[in-house]
């Protein structure tokens, strides 16, 4: 309980930062502009494979999963693209009081090529994952499935701000994060501060008020519609009831995205200076930077 209250204290004072900064929120908004657009433009050329090639055996089958990961790939390269600009606004933020974006635009730039390796490493997990998964319903393999990607996910959100704040690339993004776990630097921060359990609920009861109130509007359209206006009054009440669905999904994936990668900044620059702390040989302990120092203490 201690730890879910934690977290709900580092979303306040994450989204205080927002507040304050409102560039620090931007790309997480961005992103989901940018990948329902890039989603949208991927999917009909998977589904003309599909009608093309889905009875042509292995081969045919072999293009359209290709295909598929291509799509996961332009997804991920989306969402590192934009998480990176988070990253160093918060760092900004944090280290000089303003995230510019110029500046993020500028280390997106100088990075692309190094987000692109993380997003195939990413997509290659993926890929794992849905093997190992299979078609089957074996608790096992869904376990597994699930280790890899929970995993995966924990060690990219530790590697973008390496990559980031440190201009390293993917393999010395993955040294970091690894020395940084195997020294104990991050354990306290993660296991306290329950920011995913936060996330998960907010996301849960934002899905569910815009399930209820989307069939509630969609109903309520469809049943006072009648007569010659009938087909019209379904079609709207389905349309609008989606519509107000998807927008508290979006506010969900929002505050959960920007959340989260501020949550990972704060503890990557936390264990970086207890790292140089230690290299310099002071005893003195560490403080988390200032949002996390906040439910810490």
Request: with cysteine; proline share 2%; hydrophobic share 55%.
């Amino acid at each position: 309980m201690e730890s879910f209250s934690r977290g709900w204290q580092f979303l306040k004072q994450a989204w205080q930062m927002a507040s304050a900064d409102k560039d620090l929120i931007k790309p997480s908004i961005y992103t989901l502009f940018a990948g329902a657009v890039v989603s949208v433009i991927g999917i009909i050329p998977i589904a003309l494979l599909g009608m093309a090639f889905g009875n042509s055996g292995f081969i045919g089958q072999a293009i359209i999963v290709l295909a598929g990961a291509l799509l996961v790939f332009a997804n991920f390269i989306v969402s590192y693209i934009f998480s990176a600009m988070t990253v160093y606004l918060i760092y900004g933020y944090l280290s000089e009081g303003d995230g510019r974006m110029d500046k993020a635009w500028a280390i997106v730039k100088r990075d692309l090529f190094d987000l692109a390796t993380l997003a195939a490493a990413s997509t290659a997990v993926n890929t794992v994952k849905n093997m190992v998964k299979g078609k089957g319903n074996k608790g096992g393999r869904n376990m597994l499935a699930g280790l890899i990607e929970t995993v995966w996910t924990e060690a990219a959100y530790l590697i973008l701000p390496a990559m980031v704040i440190e201009d390293i690339d993917l393999k010395d993004g993955i040294k970091r994060a690894t020395q940084i776990i195997k020294e104990n630097l991050l354990l306290v921060g993660i296991s306290t501060v329950g920011v995913k359990a936060v996330t998960g609920l907010i996301g849960f009861l934002l899905g569910l008020a815009g399930a209820g109130l989307g069939f509630g509007l969609g109903y309520s359209i469809i049943y006072l519609a009648g007569g010659p206006t009938v087909t019209f009054g379904l079609v709207l009440g389905i349309g609008l009831g989606l519509l107000v669905f998807f927008i508290f999904a979006m506010i969900a994936t929002v505050i959960s995205t920007y959340t989260s990668t501020a949550y990972h900044t704060c503890l990557y620059l936390w264990a970086r200076d207890a790292e140089q702390a230690q290299a310099a040989g002071q005893s003195i302990q560490i403080a988390a930077p200032a949002p996390l120092a906040a439910v810490l203490n």
